[in-house]
């Protein structure tokens, strides 16, 4: 398990086997609970987001994106401030 420390407080990520989760937390961390409600995630492409977080999981693997493909964390796109990404390579 990893615990992130983020905006509002403490979000606790599960790993096992190749996938990845958000497990429940309180309402004043993420009061819609879309990020734990995802599930589990672990084919390239999947993601988690917890927008009032700013955080975004995605799984990477297979085939690597062109050097000019964009994301949040691209100089000049910035989709969120401070937006935190993660991405997990199994």
Known sequence: MVRLELPRGEVILEASGGRIRV?????????????SQTGWIER??????????????????GKKPPSDAL????????????????????
Do not use: Q, W, Y
């Open 23 to 35: 497990l429940p937390m309180p309402d004043s961390v993420c009061p819609l609970h879309i990020c």
């Open 44 to 61: 390239p492409g999947e993601l988690i987001a917890c927008v009032p977080n700013k955080l975004v999981i995605t799984i990477e693997g």
């Open 71 to 90: 994301d949040g964390v691209t100089p000049g796109v910035r989709l969120f401030d401070r937006l935190r990404m993660i991405h997990i390579n199994f």
